[in-house]
């Protein structure tokens, strides 16, 4: 779908939605000349009460007889299967429009869900840490939505109500000109109206939809962090807080709902001018001679044809301003630039040896002074780097900058001597596999997460990926073995059992580049240990990199860089570094009870 520009007015945000929606065009249309049929023929039956009328009371003399009916009986027969074939087509062309108004909602809010998250996935981690998940699940959903309410019913009510004003006010031009002036008088007050609404609705509305996302925000918070409520009892706190979040999307709407209130009780006074005015004048009409009485019949129903469904704007302007709110939401996420382009077209040669340079390589994070600063270093193929270093010295930084999850601010990353900003993220990020210390597991089966990385593994692959992460045992302790359910976000497994299937998904991988965040965090020391030992045999066919506090887990990688304040302070072996004397040969000391505790 093509991208639209956002515009702040509901009739700029309309216009951007059409842009948005040009593939659809010809169903549109057909959409609307289906609307436009049924409006007519639904018109129709007035018209046809008033021939009648005019049957009844003129006979011989009345229009039908011109048309060579002679009879009143052939008369009345001819306008009843005039009448059958009116409402034949009314109601088909009413099933033509529902369906395919109906329809077209669905294939475009289906898009528009599927671009809004496309556009998602394509950003840097730095606009995931400015927007909460529940506010994006409130545009991915609710908003989605309700631009679909509008579509299904609202789309055609407005067309219908303006089709409707047109083919009435033309008969009654053609019937009765001076009736049908005080007729329409009303309509410009309507009219007037409407577009006060929407100025006074348009602002109204999107605090709406900013309070909608505020609550998702909350529940979506709430809801992940429901242990931690519960440790700490702070039930009645978060229920008061969701209370006052849930009060002021309250206030909102109601904000809104006095706007859209006052507006129908003005349409129903201008409606009862407009039918007053024709009752009266054309009553007087007929009883002077100068009015036909089935004309004036047919005038009076035709008034109620003319006003009465402009009652029912202000419903479908609410619901259209609702929809505009959503629109400005969704299409403004379509819009958004990602930091991170993933214009590559460089291509890896195969097999990827899984070589690394970092030269001068400085990153900051928005509004912070964290981050690094000039890093350079270097990771030939197939061998372990290990990066070592304060809370917040910039190791797991580095790993995300190699794995373009930020852009970096100065200096180059290669992989196997390509910029990884010339290769295709796809490209470079099928050559990486990732265990964070922040394991996340999918709602799904242990096999299911395991073969995440390589959907078409077999299962003897993923038997043995788990056994190489030393999972396989406690695996065949479940419940339904490698079918077992692991909950949202793993909820059913301990700590160690998500860290050990995060490591298993990523060995299964196969990937080049092994990065080990904080891999073992969460195990034992004697799972530790036989993962160690399972790494060590998986290290000799990959480029790893590990990021560790404990140092004992990294004395034998080839090389270990040690950060501080974002700054390379120290690089060498394990004995090398310790011969320095220096930042690592105090933590060493640290760790094997030689000196007081430092943290890294």
Same mark, same amino acid.
């Given at each position: 779908m093509k991208k639209a520009p956002v515009n702040a007015s509901s009739f700029g945000s309309l216009l951007a939605l059409l842009q948005y929606a040009k593939g659809y065009r010809t169903r549109i249309l057909l959409a609307a000349l289906c609307s436009f049929l049924n409006c007519f023929f639904d018109v129709m039956p007035e018209i046809l009460i008033g021939i009648a009328l005019d049957v009844v009371i003129n006979q011989d003399t009345s229009f039908v007889a011109s048309l060579g009916f002679e009879t009143p009986k052939s008369q009345i027969l001819a306008l009843a299967f005039v009448t059958l074939l009116v409402w034949v087509f009314e109601s088909t062309f009413q099933f033509l429009y529902l369906i395919l108004w109906r329809n077209l909602a669905q294939d475009l809010q289906a898009d528009l869900r599927q671009d809004a998250y496309e556009t998602l996935q394509r950003q840097d981690m730095g606009?995931?840490?400015?927007?909460?998940?529940?506010?994006? $699940?409130?545009?991915?959903?609710?908003? $989605?939505?309700?631009?679909?309410?509008?579509?299904?019913?609202?789309?055609?009510?407005?067309?219908?109500?303006?089709?409707?004003?047109?083919?009435?006010?033309?008969?009654?031009?053609?019937?009765?000109? &001076?009736?049908?002036?005080?007729?329409?008088?009303?309509?410009?007050?309507?009219?007037?109206?409407?577009f006060l609404f929407m100025r006074k609705a348009t602002p109204r509305y999107a605090a709406v939809r900013e309070h909608v996302?505020?609550?998702a925000r909350r529940l979506s918070n709430n809801i992940g962090g429901i242990a931690t409520i519960k440790s700490f009892t702070a039930e009645p706190r978060e229920a008061a807080a969701l209370r006052q979040a849930s009060d002021g999307y309250v206030a909102?709407?109601?904000?809104?709902?006095?706007?859209?209130?006052?507006?129908?009780p003005l349409i129903r006074m201008a409606v009862l001018a407009g039918f007053l005015a024709t009752f009266v004048l054309g009553g007087l009409q007929v009883l002077e001679g100068t009015l036909n009485a089935g004309a004036y019949g047919m005038l009076v129903f035709l008034?109620?044809?003319?006003?009465?469904?402009?009652?029912?704007?202000?419903?479908?302007? &609410?619901?259209?301003?609702?929809?505009?709110?959503?629109?400005?939401?969704?299409?403004?996420?379509?819009?958004?630039?990602?930091?991170?382009?993933?214009?590559?077209?460089?291509?890896?040669?195969?097999?990827?040896?899984?070589?690394?340079?970092?030269?001068?390589?400085?990153?900051?994070?928005?509004?912070?002074?964290?981050?690094?600063?000039?890093?350079?270093?270097?990771?030939?193929?197939?061998?372990?780097?290990?990066?070592?270093?304060?809370?917040?010295?910039?190791?797991?930084?580095?790993?995300?900058?190699?794995?373009?999850?930020?852009?970096?601010?100065?200096? $180059?990353?290669?992989? &196997?001597?390509?910029?990884?900003?010339?290769?295709?993220?796809?490209?470079?990020?099928?050559?990486?596999?990732?265990?964070?210390?922040?394991?996340f597991l999918f709602d799904g089966s242990v096999r299911d997460n395991i073969a995440y990385g390589n959907p078409s593994a077999s299962l003897d692959d993923v038997m043995q990926?788990?056994?190489?992460?030393?999972?396989?045992?406690?695996?065949?302790?479940?419940?339904?073995?490698?079918?077992?359910? $692991?909950g949202e976000r793993g909820v059913k497994l301990s700590g160690g059992q998500r860290q050990r299937l995060s490591?298993?998904?990523?060995?299964?991988?196969?990937?080049?580049?092994?990065?080990? &965040?904080?891999?073992?965090?969460?195990?034992?020391?004697?799972?530790?240990?036989?993962?160690?030992?399972?790494?060590?045999?998986l290290s000799?066919?990959?480029?790893?990199?590990?990021?560790?506090?404990?140092?004992?887990?990294?004395?034998?990688?080839?090389?270990?860089?040690?950060?501080?304040?974002?700054?390379?302070?120290?690089?060498?072996?394990h004995a090398q570094l310790l011969r320095m004397n220096g930042f690592y040969t105090r933590q060493w000391a640290v760790q094997t009870g030689g000196a007081s505790e430092v943290s890294i």
């Open positions: 606009f995931f840490e400015s927007r909460s998940s529940g506010e994006l $699940v409130s545009i991915l959903n609710d908003d $989605v939505n309700q631009l679909e309410r509008f579509l299904d019913g609202g789309a055609n009510d407005f067309l219908q109500v303006f089709v409707t004003v047109g083919l009435v006010s033309a008969v009654f031009f053609y019937t009765a000109p &001076d009736i049908a002036i005080l007729a329409i008088l009303p309509i410009p007050i309507i009219i007037w109206g409407a996302g505020s609550l909102a709407n109601r904000a809104a709902i006095r706007i859209s209130s006052a507006f129908v008034t109620q044809r003319l006003l009465w469904p402009l009652t029912s704007l202000a419903q479908t302007v &609410d619901l259209y301003e609702r929809a505009m709110a959503s629109t400005r939401r969704i299409l403004a996420l379509i819009n958004t630039k990602t930091e991170v382009r993933d214009s590559g077209t460089q291509r890896l040669e195969k097999p990827v040896r899984g070589e690394v340079q970092f030269k001068q390589v400085s990153f900051e994070y928005q509004h912070s002074d964290a981050g690094v600063q000039q890093v350079t270093l270097g990771v030939p193929a197939g061998s372990t780097l290990a990066l070592v270093g304060a809370t917040g010295s910039g190791k797991s930084t580095l790993i995300k900058l190699l794995q373009r999850f930020y852009p970096v601010n100065e200096g $180059v990353i290669f992989v &196997d001597g390509t910029p990884i900003e010339q290769l295709p993220l796809s490209e470079l990020r099928e050559t990486m596999g990732l265990v964070s210390q922040d394991v990926a788990a056994a190489a992460a030393e999972a396989a045992d406690f695996i065949q302790l479940l419940p339904e073995g490698y079918d077992t359910p $692991v490591l298993a998904r990523a060995i299964l991988k196969r990937p080049a580049i092994l990065i080990l &965040d904080e891999a073992t965090s969460a195990v034992d020391n004697e799972t530790e240990a036989a993962i160690q030992k399972s790494l060590a045999v000799r066919e990959r480029t790893v990199i590990v990021v560790a506090h404990r140092l004992s887990t990294i004395v034998q990688a080839d090389l270990i860089v040690v950060l501080d304040q974002g700054r390379v302070v120290e690089q060498g072996t």
